[in-house]
Nanobody, 122 residues
């Protein structure tokens, strides 16, 4: 119904930057919120940042001032610009979206990407 393809993860030194992208495709009628979550080894998955269709954003306290979420509604794509990265930012980052899809009828669903690894280490 909806496929989310993430890119942009990798290995970066502390203080460095990365930009994650997530493109949504499929039987999409409209997309509500889009967001990024992360899960570090041995920890629960947590919200990093989210953005509504109107552009309202929400950030975890741990990333405020360092990360910026944005979206291109025409491309059904969400971005996460990560600056001043710290070792504690190391995790698998997952894209998430809430979207109306067409499956013979209009239905609201919640969808996840496959995850992209971000490692911050010297």
């Amino acid at each position: 119904q909806v496929q989310l393809v993430e890119s942009g993860g990798g290995l970066v030194q502390p203080g460095g930057s990365l930009r994650l992208s997530c493109a949504a495709s499929g039987s999409i009628l409209s997309i509500n919120a889009m967001g990024w979550y992360r899960q570090a080894p041995g920890k629960q998955r947590e919200l990093v940042a989210s953005i509504t269709s109107g552009g309202n954003t929400n950030y975890a306290d741990s990333v405020k001032g360092r990360f910026t979420i944005s979206r291109d509604n025409a491309k059904n794509t969400v971005y996460l610009q990560m600056n001043s990265l710290k070792p504690e930012d190391t995790a698998v980052y997952y894209c998430n979206t809430e979207a109306f899809v067409w499956v013979g009828q209009r239905r609201l669903g919640n969808y996840w990407g496959q995850g992209t690894q971000v490692t911050v280490s010297s």
